[in-house]
T-cell receptor
Framework: DAGVTQSPTHLIKTRGQQVTLRCSPK?????VSWYQQALGQGPQFIFQ???????QRGNFPDRFSGHQFPNYSSELNVNALLLGDSALYLC???????????FGPGTRLTVT | GESVGLHLPTLSVQEGDNSIINCAYS??????FIWYKQESGKGPQFIID?????DKRQGQRVTVLLNKTVKHLSLQIAATQPGDSAVYFC??????????FGTGTKLQVIP
């Protein structure tokens, strides 16, 4: 079992650009959540996908969008990047009706 | 707004001693609490959880205590080992698995 995988590991972008991050959930999991973790802070919930739909959303602007595919993998898209978007982006997967989430290693995004 | 926070940002403990990490939460409607461990360069790792209808739960070398009266959560690690060095987060989960994290406590184990 590969667990939760994320790609890429690191990414450097310029202000104003757009970025797509990818996540494959743990085998058997159908729910994917995305978190942003700034340096020295706890992860902040961005949104959650279940059955290919956004089920919950945190306090993030519309520049942050996502998608879930039929195989349960997910993408996080961020448009019009700001310097403040620099962070570790974490994906977590879980099974429906289960609270325990499994986190991936994250994608480190740097915006210059 | 609702938040989950920690009292101490850094905790240094001698190897073999017990560690206690504390956390305060503000959402009285929270019904599920989790402790995560995050090592450098890795995502958070589930340690132990507790539901609001419980006040204590034990795992392997770890115990979580919940005091709903004062909205306080603690994680006790017995016989702390160097491998326990990490940042520990308490978190709260309401419906649909959304998890709200606190800011974290860094545990440093002194050999």
């Amino acid at each position: 079992d590969a667990g939760v995988t994320q790609s890429p590991t690191h990414l450097i972008k310029t202000r104003g650009q757009q970025v797509t991050l990818r996540c494959s959930p743990k085998s058997g999991h159908d729910t994917v959540s995305w978190y942003q973790q700034a340096l020295g802070q706890g992860p902040q919930f961005i949104f959650q996908y279940y059955e290919e739909e956004e089920r919950q959303r945190g306090n993030f602007p519309d520049r942050f969008s996502g998608h879930q595919f039929p195989n349960y993998s997910s993408e996080l898209n961020v448009n019009a990047l700001l310097l403040g978007d620099s962070a570790l982006y974490l994906c977590a997967s879980s099974a429906a009706l289960e609270v325990e989430q499994y986190f991936g290693p994250g994608t480190r995004l740097t915006v210059t | 707004g609702e938040s989950v926070g920690l009292h101490l940002p850094t905790l240094s403990v001698q190897e073999g001693d017990n560690s206690i990490i504390n956390c305060a939460y503000s959402n009285s409607a929270s019904d599920y609490f989790i402790w995560y461990k995050q090592e450098s360069g890795k995502g958070p790792q589930f340690i132990i959880d507790i539901r609001s209808n419980m006040d204590k739960r034990q795992g392997q070398r770890v115990t979580v205590l919940l005091n709903k009266t004062v909205k306080h959560l603690s994680l006790q690690i017995a016989a702390t080992q160097p491998g326990d060095s990490a940042v520990y987060f308490c978190a709260e989960s309401g419906g649909y698995q959304k998890v709200t994290f606190g800011t974290g406590t860094k545990l440093q184990v002194i050999p």
